[in-house]
């Protein structure tokens, strides 16, 4: 019977951890008094006492930084001088007004009201775009203002301008960040995807990886590829130690050749709390693959967690924690298991290589489902497909990284071979993707995911008797090839008679009308490619003849590659007015990958398409030109908007883009008196609003695109309830999800997916 200590220490430490994390205070706080009075009187007291362990320090970590001298004039918002270390790399993000650049860094002195402090306090910066080059392990003096911050921060500190340099890293980050860099360049030459996919295997550097890939990675469950895991570390270091045997090295030398192999990756990969977690289960996994792994394996298993979680108890509560420990601990437990069944009837090799990534997804399914409502059905196959080039692209990218940093033209010869292993790794991702039934939508409401977990549990009993079986293990096979390659019906999805959908793509714009059997004219695409993709395809449009792009912001631009995904797209149109400069790019990146080349859309022109008449109404050629000058309150992109008025099966429909009030202005001096049956809200129901334009239209119905508990306030009350004031009836995307517009008997109706159609 194998040893469980250990591995309950670990289960209690993080059932610790979360309790500390979720539950009020006493409840923990109960349990350490209650775990000393019991260590008096008994011996065999070890989960409770890690439980305890945990939970106290949790406990004390909050107590830390919430009643510290930052946070103290965070709630004070205090503008403060501050020396901080950067820890981690400055990453760019799109904010409200503008874009920003934010950077993890340790306060280390800080003076406010009055006050000087010498402290070592975790801080979040955001800054502006001067703070793209800034160095991890670099010090800094800053000024700024400090905000309350929620989660493993003490504050949010806003400065403005450059900061002012006081010490440059240290000498392990430089190599660190020249070995990095030696990366990237060893692979410049290649394609763009390979270029790019080549630093996120070896070292979790995905900051360029094509958004659109990375969903088909989640996909096809190779995501962990993209990110510092175990896998990189094993691959690593047991690389390593293979080549210091080859050199002679034995005994005890051979656990420092690791140790030193460890360090490094952790240097390279940053050392945040991720890469430290994913180090511990990488050695983990590395103690399985060596002698008596089956029983090692397990006890390292649980003291790497009791460890992790005392050294950082924020992990106990996040998803990157919670899927390496259960990938390693399937790897352990089950995978052994099911590769002995399968080798009644295949050899080892085979057998190891369909067990351990069918035992690691098994584990991890509950989790996964509850972060992306989906589960996977091409992830073990994907995973099996893509084992035998991830090991050549890992070791092979560090090796070229590290020649190059003596000669790089032979760098890049070294890293050749594993441009083409992740190129083969990306074909997985999309072919996989495209398949159409690649993941199936399940939900994450708790019966949901309790349903999942149940399921799992259950083919941890059942799935070595199917294995053992070759008949049985065929079938299974077969059935789930079927399911794969068979869209599964919607059942009453899409109803008869569509001619609008205003698709949930979150906060942003996708609208299809409806241009014949499986046709569509596609308005925006979105901010995810697959939203988009999912909602094209359950409204079974396979053609796409004129995709209209009203504008380049990210919300409406950014899932185009979904729209071109598997269908026919004849034409693009987009906007006289290249802003902003991003967006554009992306545009003519994902255009060009099709062979397409957008067009700018004809003021005034009226064509028909299908079964739609289209006429575009706005921007005028002068407007679009000079969009800056339509007031100091207009955003010059959103009032270049490409608006269409669009008739289907005798609708009228206005298809607004996201102009302000400006542009509303203008529209309506060009426009007086018209009136429709359906007006698209623009922009998501802001604020800003000619409520008068808009409630002059007279329109039956108002749909909003606008994102579930967006920061942005959208859809305005104001504007919702003047719509209804004027006799017009609302739907919204975050409430409804897909919308769909019908006409049945010459009656105008709405059907949401999931709730109920009402006829008007």
């Given at each position: 019977?194998?040893?469980?200590?250990?591995?309950?220490?670990?289960?209690?430490a993080w059932?610790?951890?979360?309790?500390?994390?979720?539950?009020?205070?006493?409840?923990?706080?109960?349990?350490?008094v209650?775990?000393?009075?019991?260590?008096?009187?008994?011996?065999g007291?070890?989960?409770?006492?890690?439980?305890?362990?945990?939970?106290?320090v949790?406990?004390l970590?909050g107590?830390?930084?919430?009643?510290?001298?930052?946070a103290q004039?965070?709630?004070?918002?205090a503008v403060?001088g501050?020396e901080?270390?950067v820890?981690s790399?400055?990453r760019?993000?799109?904010?409200?007004f503008?874009?920003?650049?934010v950077?993890?860094?340790?306060?280390?002195q800080?003076t406010?009201?009055?006050?000087a402090?010498?402290l070592?306090t975790?801080?979040?910066?955001?800054?502006?775009a001067?703070w793209?080059?800034?160095?991890l392990?670099e010090r800094?003096?800053?000024?700024?203002r400090?905000g309350?911050a929620d989660g493993d921060s003490?504050?949010?500190?806003?400065?403005r301008?450059?900061?002012?340099?006081?010490?440059?890293?240290?000498?392990?980050?430089?190599?660190?960040a020249?070995?990095?860099g030696?990366?990237?360049?060893?692979v410049?030459?290649?394609?763009?995807d390979?270029?790019?996919?080549?630093?996120?295997?070896?070292?979790?550097?995905?900051?360029?990886v094509?958004?659109?890939?990375?969903?088909?990675?989640?996909t096809?469950g190779?995501?962990h590829l993209?990110?510092?895991s175990?896998?990189?570390?094993?691959?690593?270091?047991?690389?390593?130690l293979?080549?210091?045997?080859?050199?002679?090295?034995?005994?005890?030398?051979?656990h420092?050749?690791?140790?030193?192999?460890i360090?490094?990756?952790?240097?390279?990969?940053?050392t945040?709390p991720s890469?430290?977690?994913?180090?511990a289960?990488?050695?983990?996994?590395?103690?399985g693959?060596?002698g008596?792994?089956?029983?090692?394996g397990p006890?390292?298993?649980?003291?790497?967690?009791?460890a992790?979680?005392?050294?950082?108890p924020?992990?106990?509560v996040?998803?990157?924690?919670?899927?390496?420990?259960?990938?390693?601990?399937?790897?352990?437990?089950?995978?052994?298991?099911?590769r002995?069944s399968?080798?009644?009837?295949l050899p080892?090799g085979v057998?190891?290589?369909v067990?351990?990534p069918?035992a690691?997804?098994?584990a991890?399914?509950?989790?996964?489902?509850?972060l992306s409502?989906e589960?996977?059905l091409?992830?073990v196959?994907?995973n099996?497909?893509?084992a035998?080039a991830?090991?050549?692209?890992?070791?092979?990218?560090?090796?070229g990284g590290?020649?190059?940093l003596?000669?790089?033209?032979?760098?890049?010869v070294v890293?050749?071979?594993?441009?083409?292993?992740?190129?083969?790794?990306?074909v997985?991702?999309?072919?996989?993707?495209?398949?159409?039934t690649?993941?199936?939508?399940?939900?994450?409401g708790?019966?949901?995911l309790?349903?999942v977990?149940?399921v799992?549990?259950g083919?941890?009993?059942?799935?070595?008797?199917?294995?053992?079986?070759?008949?049985?293990?065929?079938?299974?096979s077969?059935l789930?090839?079927v399911t794969?390659?068979?869209?599964?019906?919607?059942?009453g999805?899409?109803?008869?008679?569509?001619v609008l959908?205003m698709?949930?793509?979150?906060?942003?714009?996708?609208?299809?009308l409806?241009a014949?059997?499986?046709?569509?004219?596609?308005?925006?695409?979105?901010p995810?490619?697959?939203?988009?993709d999912?909602?094209?395809?359950?409204?079974e449009?396979?053609?796409?003849?004129?995709?209209v792009?009203?504008?380049f912001?990210?919300?409406?631009?950014?899932?185009?590659?979904?729209?071109?995904?598997?269908r026919t797209?004849?034409?693009?149109?987009v906007?006289?007015l290249?802003?902003?400069p991003d967006?554009?790019?992306?545009?003519?990146?994902a255009?060009?990958?099709?062979?397409?080349r957008?067009?700018v859309a004809?003021?005034?022109?009226?064509?028909?398409?299908?079964?739609v008449?289209?006429q575009t109404?706005?921007?005028?050629?002068?407007?679009?030109?000079?969009?800056?000058?339509l007031?100091?309150?207009?955003?010059?992109a959103?009032?270049?908007?490409?608006v269409?008025l669009a008739e289907?099966?005798?609708?009228?429909i206005?298809?607004t883009?996201?102009?302000?009030?400006?542009?509303q202005?203008?529209?309506s001096?060009?426009?007086?008196g018209?009136?429709?049956d359906?007006l698209?809200?623009?922009?998501h129901?802001?604020?800003?609003?000619?409520?008068?334009?808009?409630t002059?239209?007279?329109?039956r119905l108002?749909?909003?695109?606008?994102?579930a508990?967006n920061d942005?306030g959208?859809?305005a009350?104001?504007?919702?309830?003047a719509?209804?004031?004027?006799g017009?009836e609302v739907?919204?995307?975050?409430?409804?999800?897909?919308v769909?517009?019908?006409v049945?008997?010459?009656q105008l109706g709405?059907?949401?997916?999931?709730g109920v159609?009402?006829?008007?």
């Amino acid at each position: 019977m194998r040893d469980l200590r250990a591995p309950a220490l670990g289960g209690a430490a993080w059932l610790g951890g979360i309790a500390a994390a979720v539950c009020p205070w006493w409840v923990p706080l109960g349990v350490v008094v209650g775990t000393a009075a019991l260590l008096l009187r008994s011996r065999g007291a070890g989960p409770l006492v890690a439980f305890a362990a945990v939970a106290g320090v949790t406990l004390l970590h909050g107590t830390a930084l919430a009643s510290g001298p930052v946070a103290q004039l965070a709630q004070k918002r205090a503008v403060v001088g501050a020396e901080l270390t950067v820890t981690s790399d400055p990453r760019p993000v799109a904010g409200r007004f503008g874009d920003l650049v934010v950077v993890r860094a340790r306060v280390e002195q800080l003076t406010g009201r009055g006050a000087a402090y010498s402290l070592s306090t975790p801080v979040v910066v955001m800054a502006d775009a001067s703070w793209l080059g800034v160095v991890l392990g670099e010090r800094l003096h800053v000024s700024g203002r400090l905000g309350p911050a929620d989660g493993d921060s003490a504050a949010l500190l806003m400065v403005r301008g450059s900061p002012d340099r006081i010490e440059g890293p240290d000498v392990w980050w430089r190599v660190a960040a020249a070995v990095r860099g030696s990366i990237r360049e060893s692979v410049e030459p290649r394609q763009e995807d390979t270029r790019e996919l080549v630093p996120a295997l070896v070292v979790g550097d995905d900051a360029g990886v094509d958004p659109a890939l990375a969903d088909d990675f989640r996909t096809t469950g190779l995501t962990h590829l993209l990110a510092v895991s175990g896998t990189n570390l094993t691959l690593l270091v047991g690389f390593l130690l293979i080549a210091s045997r080859w050199a002679g090295v034995r005994g005890w030398w051979l656990h420092g050749v690791a140790a030193v192999g460890i360090a490094g990756f952790v240097l390279l990969a940053r050392t945040e709390p991720s890469v430290v977690r994913a180090a511990a289960m990488g050695t983990v996994a590395l103690i399985g693959m060596g002698g008596n792994g089956r029983e090692r394996g397990p006890r390292a298993l649980g003291v790497a967690v009791l460890a992790l979680l005392l050294l950082d108890p924020r992990l106990a509560v996040t998803a990157g924690f919670a899927l390496s420990v259960l990938a390693t601990a399937g790897i352990l437990w089950l995978a052994p298991l099911w590769r002995d069944s399968l080798r009644t009837w295949l050899p080892r090799g085979v057998a190891e290589a369909v067990a351990v990534p069918l035992a690691a997804q098994v584990a991890c399914t509950p989790v996964v489902t509850a972060l992306s409502g989906e589960v996977s059905l091409v992830a073990v196959v994907a995973n099996l497909l893509a084992a035998p080039a991830v090991a050549p692209a890992t070791v092979l990218g560090l090796a070229g990284g590290l020649v190059g940093l003596v000669w790089m033209p032979l760098g890049q010869v070294v890293a050749a071979p594993a441009a083409w292993s992740v190129g083969w790794i990306a074909v997985v991702a999309r072919r996989g993707a495209d398949l159409p039934t690649a993941a199936i939508a399940w939900g994450t409401g708790p019966v949901a995911l309790l349903l999942v977990t149940l399921v799992c549990l259950g083919l941890v009993v059942v799935v070595p008797r199917v294995l053992r079986s070759p008949l049985a293990g065929v079938a299974c096979s077969v059935l789930l090839v079927v399911t794969v390659l068979t869209r599964p019906p919607t059942p009453g999805w899409p109803p008869s008679g569509w001619v609008l959908a205003m698709c949930d793509v979150g906060q942003g714009d996708a609208l299809i009308l409806r241009a014949g059997p499986h046709e569509g004219v596609v308005v925006d695409a979105g901010p995810d490619p697959a939203l988009v993709d999912g909602c094209l395809d359950r409204l079974e449009v396979t053609r796409v003849p004129l995709l209209v792009l009203t504008h380049f912001h990210a919300d409406h631009v950014d899932g185009l590659s979904g729209v071109l995904a598997g269908r026919t797209v004849g034409a693009v149109e987009v906007t006289a007015l290249g802003d902003p400069p991003d967006g554009v790019e992306e545009v003519a990146r994902a255009t060009g990958a099709a062979g397409l080349r957008p067009a700018v859309a004809a003021y005034g022109a009226t064509r028909r398409v299908g079964d739609v008449t289209l006429q575009t109404l706005w921007p005028r050629p002068d407007v679009a030109r000079f969009a800056g000058d339509l007031g100091e309150d207009g955003s010059a992109a959103n009032d270049a908007s490409v608006v269409l008025l669009a008739e289907v099966d005798g609708l009228r429909i206005l298809l607004t883009g996201d102009i302000e009030p400006p542009a509303q202005l203008g529209l309506s001096r060009l426009v007086g008196g018209l009136a429709v049956d359906v007006l698209k809200v623009p922009h998501h129901g802001s604020r800003r609003q000619d409520l008068g334009f808009l409630t002059g239209l007279r329109a039956r119905l108002a749909l909003v695109s606008v994102g579930a508990d967006n920061d942005y306030g959208h859809p305005a009350p104001e504007l919702v309830t003047a719509l209804e004031s004027a006799g017009t009836e609302v739907h919204r995307t975050d409430l409804d999800g897909d919308v769909l517009v019908v006409v049945r008997d010459g009656q105008l109706g709405v059907v949401a997916r999931g709730g109920v159609g009402r006829r008007r």
